[in-house]
């Protein structure tokens, strides 16, 4: 499987702000994904990134809120945008054609 | 909207005795299946998956089993480890494309 490195692996930030988090994977993989995993919870999908194209986003979430980058098959970025405390959670992302590789997380928490 | 679920959120073991995770999911469609382990500030880790095409599949310690006429799927852990104490999780897709997780079982081992 697929190495997949994640940065940064934590942060804490104010709210009102924005954090992008980079996920970089050692092979060419056509498809990424980035999911929410609120504490105590399991994981819920956020959206696809594709290269090349808009991501697709699951429902409840939007791109003004969380904008995904796709600039080659091996690196995405996610924004998580103007930042409430409610947004503390580890974000994720994944590979795999199911998505089924994931990366370390990263942890945020937002004051 | 359909959604994978687990029985029981905590599972205590005794170190050396069999574990049984069970999980129920409810998409009639979904065809490929995994299950995860996630110890604390990790990532979700690939533990073994099957195909809705089979009934069971072995790995390492571990036993997936697939249960397609009442939609159950169950890992067993051999002589479980004090290693193995962790959240399992259950996910599901179909066409493989994109996973649905259930909520997850905590697992610990007593020594």
């Known amino acids: 499987s697929a190495v997949i490195s994640q940065k940064p692996s934590r942060d804490i930030c104010q709210r009102g702000t924005s954090l992008t988090i980079q996920c970089q994977v050692d092979s060419q993989v056509t498809m990424m994904f980035w999911y929410r995993q609120q504490p105590g919870q399991s994981l819920t999908l956020i959206a696809t990134a594709n290269q090349g194209s808009e991501a697709t986003y699951e429902s409840g979430f939007v791109i003004d809120k969380f904008p995904i980058s796709r600039p080659n098959l091996t690196f995405s970025t996610l924004t998580v945008s103007n930042m409430s405390p409610e947004d503390s959670s580890i974000y994720l992302c994944?590979?795999?054609?199911?998505?089924?590789?994931f990366g370390p997380g990263t942890r945020l928490t937002v004051l | 909207g359909e959604s994978v679920g687990l029985h029981l959120p905590t599972l205590s073991v005794q170190e050396g005795d069999n574990s049984i995770i069970n999980c129920a999911y409810s998409?009639?469609?979904?065809?490929?299946f995994i299950w995860y382990k996630q110890e604390s500030g990790k990532g979700p880790q690939f533990i073994i998956d099957?195909?809705?095409?089979?009934d069971k599949r072995q790995g390492q310690r571990v036993t997936v089993l697939l249960n397609k006429t009442v939609k159950h799927l169950s890992l067993q852990i051999a002589a479980t480890q004090p290693g193995d104490s962790a959240v399992y999780f259950c996910a599901e897709s179909t066409n493989d494309y994109k996973l649905s997780f259930g909520a997850g079982t905590t697992v610990t081992v007593r020594a």
């Open positions: 998409n009639s469609a979904s065809d490929y």
């Open positions: 994944s590979v795999g054609v199911s998505g089924q590789f």
């Open positions: 099957i195909r809705s095409n089979m």
